[in-house]
Protein backbone atom coordinates (compact mmCIF):
# COMPACT_ATOMS: atom_id res chain seq x y z
CA UNK A 1 0.00 0.00 0.00
CA UNK A 2 1.37 3.83 -0.76
CA UNK A 3 1.68 6.05 1.99
CA UNK A 4 -1.13 8.60 2.42
CA UNK A 5 1.35 11.26 1.85
CA UNK A 6 2.03 9.73 -1.99
CA UNK A 7 -1.36 9.67 -2.55
CA UNK A 8 -2.21 13.13 -1.46
CA UNK A 9 0.77 14.84 -3.47
CA UNK A 10 -1.08 13.32 -6.33
CA UNK A 11 -4.79 13.52 -5.26
CA UNK A 12 -5.36 16.27 -7.85
CA UNK A 13 -3.94 14.58 -10.46
CA UNK A 14 -4.00 10.66 -9.99
CA UNK A 15 -5.08 8.02 -8.25
CA UNK A 16 -3.21 4.41 -7.19
CA UNK A 17 -5.97 1.22 -7.74
CA UNK A 18 -4.89 -0.66 -4.96
CA UNK A 19 -8.72 -2.58 -4.29
CA UNK A 20 -11.10 -4.90 -6.44
CA UNK A 21 -13.69 -2.24 -5.47
CA UNK A 22 -11.79 0.58 -6.86
CA UNK A 23 -10.99 -1.21 -10.25
CA UNK A 24 -14.44 -2.15 -10.75
CA UNK A 25 -14.98 1.81 -10.18
CA UNK A 26 -12.55 2.86 -12.55
CA UNK A 27 -13.04 0.01 -15.58
CA UNK A 28 -16.94 0.97 -15.03
CA UNK A 29 -15.98 4.35 -16.43
CA UNK A 30 -13.17 3.38 -18.95
CA UNK A 31 -15.78 1.22 -20.83
CA UNK A 32 -17.57 4.34 -22.03
CA UNK A 33 -14.80 5.65 -23.41
CA UNK A 34 -13.98 5.28 -27.20
CA UNK A 35 -9.93 4.52 -26.06
CA UNK A 36 -7.67 4.11 -23.47
CA UNK A 37 -4.13 4.12 -23.35
CA UNK A 38 -2.65 1.77 -21.75
CA UNK A 39 1.06 1.00 -20.59
CA UNK A 40 2.74 -1.36 -18.24
CA UNK A 41 6.22 -1.25 -15.64
CA UNK A 42 7.75 -4.82 -15.20
CA UNK A 43 10.18 -6.81 -13.79
CA UNK A 44 11.94 -10.16 -15.96
CA UNK A 45 16.05 -9.67 -15.61
CA UNK A 46 16.25 -12.71 -13.61
CA UNK A 47 12.89 -14.42 -14.42
CA UNK A 48 11.93 -16.51 -17.38
CA UNK A 49 8.72 -15.00 -17.70
CA UNK A 50 7.93 -10.92 -17.35
CA UNK A 51 6.58 -10.09 -14.04
CA UNK A 52 3.65 -6.99 -14.44
CA UNK A 53 4.28 -4.65 -11.69
CA UNK A 54 2.16 -1.59 -12.82
CA UNK A 55 -0.80 -0.83 -15.23
CA UNK A 56 -1.44 3.07 -16.25
CA UNK A 57 -4.55 3.57 -17.95
CA UNK A 58 -6.00 6.82 -19.04
CA UNK A 59 -9.44 6.98 -20.92
CA UNK A 60 -10.15 9.51 -23.38
CA UNK A 61 -11.20 11.98 -20.93
CA UNK A 62 -10.16 10.71 -18.00
CA UNK A 63 -7.59 11.50 -15.35
CA UNK A 64 -4.31 8.65 -15.64
CA UNK A 65 -4.44 5.94 -12.98
CA UNK A 66 -2.52 3.25 -12.02
CA UNK A 67 -3.41 0.07 -11.04
CA UNK A 68 -1.35 -2.16 -8.58
CA UNK A 69 -1.24 -5.88 -9.69
CA UNK A 70 1.14 -6.25 -6.40
CA UNK A 71 -1.67 -5.18 -3.91
CA UNK A 72 -3.08 -7.82 -1.61
CA UNK A 73 -6.12 -9.71 -2.99
CA UNK A 74 -6.62 -7.08 -5.88
CA UNK A 75 -8.10 -9.38 -9.24
CA UNK A 76 -7.20 -8.08 -12.43
CA UNK A 77 -10.50 -9.66 -14.23
CA UNK A 78 -12.44 -5.66 -14.37
CA UNK A 79 -9.37 -4.44 -16.18
CA UNK A 80 -9.12 -7.74 -18.43
CA UNK A 81 -12.74 -7.42 -19.30
CA UNK A 82 -11.88 -3.30 -20.25
CA UNK A 83 -8.96 -5.02 -22.44
CA UNK A 84 -11.11 -7.51 -24.22
CA UNK A 85 -14.35 -5.04 -25.20
CA UNK A 86 -14.30 -4.29 -28.62
CA UNK A 87 -16.10 -0.91 -28.03
CA UNK A 88 -12.60 0.57 -26.58
CA UNK A 89 -9.60 1.18 -28.45
CA UNK A 90 -6.75 0.58 -26.90
CA UNK A 91 -4.00 2.51 -27.29
CA UNK A 92 0.07 1.13 -26.63
CA UNK A 93 3.76 2.97 -27.81
CA UNK A 94 5.64 -0.79 -28.95
CA UNK A 95 2.91 -2.95 -27.71
CA UNK A 96 4.73 -6.35 -28.22
CA UNK A 97 5.61 -6.78 -24.44
CA UNK A 98 2.51 -5.39 -22.83
CA UNK A 99 0.87 -7.85 -24.98
CA UNK A 100 2.75 -10.57 -24.03
CA UNK A 101 2.28 -9.85 -20.56
CA UNK A 102 -1.18 -9.87 -20.81
CA UNK A 103 -1.27 -12.93 -23.14
CA UNK A 104 0.71 -14.62 -19.74
CA UNK A 105 -1.91 -13.06 -17.83
CA UNK A 106 -5.12 -13.60 -18.73
CA UNK A 107 -4.85 -16.12 -22.02
CA UNK A 108 -6.48 -13.39 -24.09
CA UNK A 109 -4.83 -10.72 -26.34
CA UNK A 110 -6.51 -7.13 -25.90
CA UNK A 111 -8.50 -5.95 -28.93
CA UNK A 112 -8.71 -3.86 -30.94
CA UNK A 113 -5.34 -2.65 -30.44
CA UNK A 114 -3.76 0.46 -31.78
CA UNK A 115 0.21 0.57 -31.65
CA UNK A 116 1.55 4.62 -31.78
CA UNK A 117 5.19 3.54 -32.99
CA UNK A 118 3.79 1.60 -35.66
CA UNK A 119 1.35 4.32 -36.75
CA UNK A 120 4.62 6.77 -36.62
CA UNK A 121 6.72 4.56 -39.21
CA UNK A 122 3.17 4.61 -41.53
CA UNK A 123 3.59 8.81 -40.70
CA UNK A 124 7.23 8.98 -42.10
CA UNK A 125 8.67 9.32 -38.26
CA UNK A 126 11.90 6.94 -38.90
CA UNK A 127 12.53 3.83 -38.20
CA UNK A 128 11.25 2.63 -34.79
CA UNK A 129 10.73 5.86 -33.28
CA UNK A 130 11.21 6.57 -29.87
CA UNK A 131 8.09 7.15 -27.34
CA UNK A 132 10.13 10.42 -26.18
CA UNK A 133 10.75 11.96 -29.85
CA UNK A 134 6.98 11.62 -30.08
CA UNK A 135 6.45 13.05 -27.07
CA UNK A 136 8.48 16.05 -27.51
CA UNK A 137 7.20 16.50 -31.35
CA UNK A 138 3.20 15.96 -31.07
CA UNK A 139 2.41 16.69 -27.48
CA UNK A 140 5.22 19.25 -27.10
CA UNK A 141 6.34 18.04 -23.64
CA UNK A 142 9.78 16.34 -22.16
CA UNK A 143 9.53 13.45 -20.54
CA UNK A 144 11.69 13.14 -16.86
CA UNK A 145 13.77 9.68 -17.69
CA UNK A 146 15.39 9.33 -14.05
CA UNK A 147 12.84 6.67 -12.73
CA UNK A 148 13.41 4.74 -16.26
CA UNK A 149 15.26 1.60 -14.31
CA UNK A 150 13.63 1.87 -10.79
CA UNK A 151 12.84 -1.72 -9.21
CA UNK A 152 9.06 -1.14 -9.97
CA UNK A 153 8.13 -3.91 -8.08
CA UNK A 154 9.31 -2.21 -4.48
CA UNK A 155 6.75 -1.38 -2.62
CA UNK A 156 5.85 1.69 -1.29
CA UNK A 157 5.93 2.89 -5.07
CA UNK A 158 7.01 6.85 -4.58
CA UNK A 159 5.76 9.81 -5.70
CA UNK A 160 8.50 10.30 -8.13
CA UNK A 161 7.97 6.70 -9.73
CA UNK A 162 4.35 7.54 -9.86
CA UNK A 163 4.57 10.47 -11.81
CA UNK A 164 6.97 9.03 -14.36
CA UNK A 165 4.96 6.16 -15.13
CA UNK A 166 1.15 8.43 -15.28
CA UNK A 167 3.01 10.75 -17.53
CA UNK A 168 3.33 8.06 -20.29
CA UNK A 169 -0.63 7.28 -20.58
CA UNK A 170 -0.76 10.75 -20.42
CA UNK A 171 0.97 12.10 -23.50
CA UNK A 172 -0.49 8.84 -24.98
CA UNK A 173 -3.83 10.26 -25.54
CA UNK A 174 -2.69 13.18 -27.19
CA UNK A 175 0.18 11.17 -29.33
CA UNK A 176 -2.69 8.81 -30.23
CA UNK A 177 -5.14 11.74 -31.38
CA UNK A 178 -2.28 13.59 -33.23
CA UNK A 179 -1.42 10.03 -35.13
CA UNK A 180 -5.23 9.01 -36.02
CA UNK A 181 -5.33 12.78 -37.87
CA UNK A 182 -2.57 12.25 -39.58
CA UNK A 183 -3.15 8.96 -41.03
CA UNK A 184 -6.85 10.37 -42.16
CA UNK A 185 -5.33 12.75 -43.92
CA UNK A 186 -2.97 10.26 -45.67
CA UNK A 187 -5.60 8.32 -46.16
CA UNK A 188 -3.31 6.07 -44.26
CA UNK A 189 -5.87 4.46 -41.74
CA UNK A 190 -6.21 0.88 -43.29
CA UNK A 191 -2.47 0.88 -43.08
CA UNK A 192 -2.18 0.57 -39.54
CA UNK A 193 -5.26 -1.85 -39.43
CA UNK A 194 -3.57 -3.77 -41.22
CA UNK A 195 -0.13 -3.89 -39.38
CA UNK A 196 -2.49 -4.23 -36.45
CA UNK A 197 -3.93 -7.62 -37.20
CA UNK A 198 -0.31 -9.06 -37.21
CA UNK A 199 0.06 -8.55 -33.20
CA UNK A 200 -3.10 -10.36 -33.03
CA UNK A 201 -1.04 -14.16 -33.93
CA UNK A 202 -1.18 -15.58 -30.85
CA UNK A 203 1.80 -17.53 -31.75
CA UNK A 204 4.24 -14.61 -31.77
CA UNK A 205 3.46 -14.46 -27.85
CA UNK A 206 3.77 -18.49 -27.30
CA UNK A 207 7.00 -20.30 -26.58
CA UNK A 208 6.91 -23.40 -27.53
CA UNK A 209 9.94 -25.88 -26.17
CA UNK A 210 9.99 -27.83 -29.33
CA UNK A 211 10.63 -24.84 -31.52
CA UNK A 212 13.22 -23.66 -28.90
CA UNK A 213 16.65 -24.94 -31.06
CA UNK A 214 15.32 -22.69 -33.53
CA UNK A 215 16.86 -19.78 -32.01
CA UNK A 216 20.46 -21.59 -30.84
CA UNK A 217 23.64 -20.92 -33.68
CA UNK A 218 25.20 -23.70 -34.42
CA UNK A 219 28.18 -24.77 -36.82
CA UNK A 220 26.80 -28.57 -37.64
CA UNK A 221 23.41 -28.77 -38.93
CA UNK A 222 23.39 -32.69 -39.27
CA UNK A 223 19.90 -33.83 -39.18
CA UNK A 224 21.53 -35.94 -35.61
CA UNK A 225 22.95 -32.84 -34.18
CA UNK A 226 19.85 -31.15 -35.35
CA UNK A 227 18.17 -33.72 -33.20
CA UNK A 228 19.71 -33.48 -30.16
CA UNK A 229 19.74 -29.74 -29.93
CA UNK A 230 16.04 -30.13 -30.16
CA UNK A 231 15.89 -32.79 -27.26
CA UNK A 232 18.19 -30.30 -25.18
CA UNK A 233 16.45 -27.30 -26.08
CA UNK A 234 13.36 -28.44 -25.12
CA UNK A 235 14.70 -29.85 -21.81
CA UNK A 236 16.22 -26.43 -21.08
CA UNK A 237 12.95 -24.57 -22.12
CA UNK A 238 10.33 -26.12 -19.94
CA UNK A 239 13.24 -26.10 -16.54
CA UNK A 240 13.17 -22.21 -17.16
CA UNK A 241 9.57 -22.06 -17.42
CA UNK A 242 8.90 -24.49 -14.66
CA UNK A 243 11.47 -22.86 -12.31
CA UNK A 244 11.12 -19.34 -13.91
CA UNK A 245 14.55 -18.36 -14.33
CA UNK A 246 16.27 -17.14 -17.54
CA UNK A 247 17.27 -19.69 -20.01
CA UNK A 248 21.19 -18.62 -19.68
CA UNK A 249 20.61 -19.09 -15.59
CA UNK A 250 20.45 -23.25 -16.29
CA UNK A 251 22.69 -23.33 -19.35
CA UNK A 252 23.82 -20.71 -21.72
CA UNK A 253 23.08 -21.61 -25.75
CA UNK A 254 27.00 -21.52 -26.37
CA UNK A 255 27.08 -25.30 -23.90
CA UNK A 256 23.87 -26.39 -25.47
CA UNK A 257 25.87 -25.82 -29.10
CA UNK A 258 28.79 -28.13 -28.21
CA UNK A 259 26.56 -30.81 -26.28
CA UNK A 260 24.88 -30.87 -29.26
CA UNK A 261 27.59 -31.58 -31.54
CA UNK A 262 30.02 -33.74 -29.24
CA UNK A 263 27.37 -35.21 -27.10
CA UNK A 264 28.24 -36.75 -23.65
CA UNK A 265 27.11 -39.61 -22.35
CA UNK A 266 28.02 -39.69 -19.11
CA UNK A 267 28.40 -37.56 -16.06
CA UNK A 268 32.14 -37.27 -16.46
CA UNK A 269 31.97 -36.63 -20.01
CA UNK A 270 29.46 -33.73 -19.39
CA UNK A 271 31.60 -32.08 -16.77
CA UNK A 272 34.71 -31.90 -19.17
CA UNK A 273 32.89 -29.69 -21.27
CA UNK A 274 33.97 -26.42 -21.54
CA UNK A 275 31.19 -23.93 -21.51
CA UNK A 276 29.42 -26.98 -18.47
CA UNK A 277 30.39 -25.44 -15.59
CA UNK A 278 31.72 -27.80 -12.66
CA UNK A 279 30.26 -30.79 -10.97
CA UNK A 280 26.74 -30.00 -12.82
CA UNK A 281 26.85 -33.60 -14.87
CA UNK A 282 26.71 -35.07 -11.18
CA UNK A 283 23.96 -32.88 -10.47
CA UNK A 284 19.70 -33.71 -10.81
CA UNK A 285 19.54 -31.56 -13.75
CA UNK A 286 22.51 -32.81 -14.96
CA UNK A 287 21.07 -36.52 -15.20
CA UNK A 288 18.29 -35.08 -16.92
CA UNK A 289 19.85 -33.36 -19.37
CA UNK A 290 21.72 -36.81 -20.39
CA UNK A 291 18.47 -38.47 -20.43
CA UNK A 292 17.53 -35.59 -22.98
CA UNK A 293 20.71 -36.12 -25.06
CA UNK A 294 20.21 -40.02 -25.30
CA UNK A 295 16.39 -39.01 -26.54
CA UNK A 296 18.51 -37.30 -29.62
CA UNK A 297 20.59 -39.86 -30.00
CA UNK A 298 18.47 -42.30 -30.38
CA UNK A 299 15.34 -40.74 -32.41
CA UNK A 300 14.28 -42.35 -35.79
CA UNK A 301 16.80 -39.75 -38.14
CA UNK A 302 13.34 -39.29 -40.72
CA UNK A 303 12.42 -36.99 -37.52
CA UNK A 304 14.96 -35.03 -36.42
CA UNK A 305 14.66 -31.42 -37.87
CA UNK A 306 15.87 -30.54 -41.16
CA UNK A 307 18.16 -27.19 -41.96
CA UNK A 308 16.63 -24.83 -44.56
CA UNK A 309 19.48 -22.82 -45.82
CA UNK A 310 19.04 -19.52 -47.28
CA UNK A 311 18.24 -20.00 -50.81
CA UNK A 312 20.99 -19.46 -53.41
CA UNK A 313 21.02 -16.49 -54.78
CA UNK A 314 21.74 -16.18 -58.94
CA UNK A 315 25.26 -14.62 -59.87
CA UNK A 316 25.80 -10.93 -60.30
CA UNK A 317 22.82 -10.21 -58.59
CA UNK A 318 24.43 -7.43 -56.26
CA UNK A 319 23.72 -4.54 -58.85
CA UNK A 320 19.45 -5.71 -58.70
CA UNK A 321 19.98 -5.14 -54.84
CA UNK A 322 21.46 -1.83 -55.24
CA UNK A 323 19.19 -0.87 -57.69
CA UNK A 324 16.03 -1.71 -55.63
CA UNK A 325 17.78 0.09 -52.47
CA UNK A 326 17.62 2.70 -53.80
CA UNK A 327 14.06 2.66 -54.97
CA UNK A 328 13.16 1.64 -51.58
CA UNK A 329 15.07 4.89 -50.51
CA UNK A 330 12.92 7.18 -53.32
CA UNK A 331 9.81 5.50 -52.42
CA UNK A 332 9.85 6.04 -48.88
CA UNK A 333 11.19 9.83 -48.93
CA UNK A 334 8.29 10.55 -51.71
CA UNK A 335 5.59 8.29 -49.24
CA UNK A 336 6.88 9.67 -46.15
CA UNK A 337 7.20 6.31 -44.70
CA UNK A 338 9.19 4.11 -42.40
CA UNK A 339 11.69 2.12 -44.73
CA UNK A 340 11.96 -1.20 -42.52
CA UNK A 341 7.97 -1.27 -42.33
CA UNK A 342 7.73 -0.98 -46.26
CA UNK A 343 10.54 -3.65 -46.98
CA UNK A 344 13.49 -4.88 -45.31
CA UNK A 345 17.14 -5.72 -46.59
CA UNK A 346 16.38 -9.52 -46.40
CA UNK A 347 13.39 -8.96 -48.32
CA UNK A 348 14.97 -6.79 -50.94
CA UNK A 349 17.21 -9.52 -51.83
CA UNK A 350 14.16 -12.52 -51.78
CA UNK A 351 12.92 -9.63 -54.58
CA UNK A 352 15.94 -8.93 -56.14
CA UNK A 353 16.47 -13.04 -56.94
CA UNK A 354 12.64 -14.57 -56.77
CA UNK A 355 10.28 -11.64 -57.88
CA UNK A 356 6.79 -12.05 -56.96
CA UNK A 357 7.75 -15.87 -56.28
CA UNK A 358 9.65 -14.52 -53.15
CA UNK A 359 6.01 -14.07 -51.04
CA UNK A 360 7.38 -11.40 -49.15
CA UNK A 361 5.35 -8.46 -47.16
CA UNK A 362 6.11 -6.10 -50.01
CA UNK A 363 4.53 -8.44 -52.69
CA UNK A 364 0.81 -7.74 -51.47
CA UNK A 365 -1.12 -5.49 -49.92
CA UNK A 366 -0.51 -1.56 -49.35
CA UNK A 367 3.50 -2.10 -49.81
CA UNK A 368 2.29 -3.63 -53.15
CA UNK A 369 0.95 -0.66 -54.46
CA UNK A 370 3.40 1.70 -52.96
CA UNK A 371 7.09 -0.40 -53.77
CA UNK A 372 6.46 -3.79 -54.74
CA UNK A 373 4.88 -3.41 -58.13
CA UNK A 374 7.30 -1.12 -59.63
CA UNK A 375 10.14 -2.94 -57.65
CA UNK A 376 8.66 -5.76 -59.85
CA UNK A 377 9.32 -2.96 -62.78
CA UNK A 378 12.55 -2.28 -62.04
CA UNK A 379 14.18 -6.13 -61.78
CA UNK A 380 12.30 -7.21 -65.16
CA UNK A 381 13.75 -4.27 -66.81
CA UNK A 382 10.12 -2.19 -67.57
CA UNK A 383 11.16 1.21 -66.02
CA UNK A 384 15.01 2.69 -65.27
CA UNK A 385 16.07 4.82 -62.41
CA UNK A 386 16.97 8.24 -63.93
CA UNK A 387 18.29 11.65 -62.77
CA UNK A 388 16.36 14.67 -63.61
CA UNK A 389 16.76 18.21 -62.01
CA UNK A 390 19.49 16.35 -59.26
CA UNK A 391 16.04 14.39 -58.24
CA UNK A 392 15.99 10.82 -59.20
CA UNK A 393 12.35 9.68 -60.72
CA UNK A 394 11.30 6.10 -62.20
CA UNK A 395 10.71 6.24 -66.56
CA UNK A 396 9.63 3.83 -68.84
CA UNK A 397 11.73 1.76 -70.91
CA UNK A 398 11.58 1.77 -74.72
Known amino acids: MVKPRVLDYFKSCMTLITTTKELKTLCTRLKKSTFVTVDTEFIREKTYWPHLCLIQVCGDDEEPYAIDPLAEGIDLAPFYEVMQDKKVQKVFHACRQDLEIFFNESGKLPTPVFDT ?41 TSKQLKYALADVTHLRKIYVKLTEKLEKMGRTSWIKDEMKGLMDKSLYLTKPEEAWERIRIPNHKPRTLCILREIAAWREELAQQHDV ?65 PAFPPGIAPTIDLLRVLLKLKCENEQVAAKLLCTAAELEMIAAFGKESKVPAMSGWRFKIFGKEALALRDGKVAIAVENSRLKLVKTA
Open 246 to 310: PRGRILKDEALAEIATHPPTSSEALNKMRNVHQGFGNSERGKSLLEAVKRGMEADVANCPKWEPR
Open 117 to 157: QIAAMVCGFGEQVSYEVLVNTLAKKQIDKSSRFTDWSARPL
